[in-house]
């Protein structure tokens, strides 16, 4: 939906080639490095810099030291980036222009909390990028978060700023695979459920990979170390009987709280409000 299929511009840009790799065979709880290169006909362009990152514990594990927590970890929303017409905005009516409230100094802190070794992971709870059908800011936040993207696995789930839309033909569904001619649209949320960019969850779902199991990035789970995570979207049904109602109390029914004591559900709006 318009802005998002709008080829003027300041809207589209080819995001060229996205890539996602598995990496597979990985000891528990060890640092590894690495780099990444592009391949040619005549071998590989290899970048030069080299990046970090460690790989989970063993589930149900708890810390190897009594001094520190076995699984620390920062949930965010609503991060945006500099090139953003929300951030634009936010300027114009007055808001701070620098500050721990700018989407690069967020950055920068959460990056401080990975070099101190005090987080294993981020959560992205919605509205990441504020792109609103603008593909060029996707570039630009991404290029923001590999900071600290490269070090630690950062989890999402979408907000309305990467979902909402109100119209998009008859019959057509969006990549989580539900009808999505009007969105979804509930008679107890009118006035909260509307277009914000018009991205129908296309672009998040091809720049992020989810665990198996769930239905793309829009709901899943995974467990990590004694926390079992539940991602779910707040912009789909999740009344009784829908897909993502059947699909989230099968998941529940199988944690085991002997390994993953701790259960964490997450979702862009709040569950108990008019807007869900």
Not at 36 to 63: A, E, H
Request: hydrophobic fraction near 35%; charged fraction near 20%; proline fraction near 5%.
């Amino acid at each position: 939906q318009e802005p998002a299929s709008s080829t003027d511009a300041g809207n589209f840009v080819s995001p060229g080639y996205l890539h996602t790799v598995k990496v597979t065979g990985l000891e528990h709880d060890t640092d590894y490095v690495y780099r990444v290169g592009l391949g040619f006909g005549q071998g590989i362009k290899w970048n030069d810099k080299y990046y970090v990152f460690r790989s989970p514990p063993l589930v149900g594990s708890t810390s190897s030291s009594p001094e520190k927590p076995a699984l620390t970890f920062v949930a965010l929303a609503d991060q945006g980036c500099e090139d953003s017409e929300f951030r634009h905005g936010m300027v114009a009516r007055g808001g701070p222009q620098t500050g721990l409230t700018s989407a690069s100094d967020v950055t920068k802190l959460i990056s401080s909390m990975i070099d101190k070794e005090t987080i294993h992971a981020v959560h992205q709870i919605g509205d990441l990028a504020y792109a609103d059908g603008a593909a060029h800011v996707w570039d630009t936040y991404m290029n923001m978060i590999q900071e600290y993207a490269s070090h630690v696995p950062v989890m999402v789930t979408v907000g309305n700023h990467e979902y909402d839309h109100t119209s998009r033909g008859d019959g057509a569904k969006d990549p989580s695979g539900v009808d999505a001619t009007a969105g979804f649209q509930p008679d107890w949320g009118t006035g909260s459920f509307n277009s914000t960019g018009g991205e129908c969850g296309v672009p998040i779902s091809k720049r992020f990979a989810a665990p198996e199991g769930g239905n793309g990035v829009f709901w899943y789970s995974y467990n990590h170390s004694l926390v079992h995570t539940v991602m779910l979207s707040s912009e789909h049904n999740m009344t009784s009987g829908s897909d993502q109602y059947i699909w989230l109390e099968k998941d529940l029914a199988a944690v085991n709280r002997s390994i993953t004591p701790w259960v964490v559900v997450e979702m862009h709006r709040p569950l108990y409000n008019k807007q869900v």
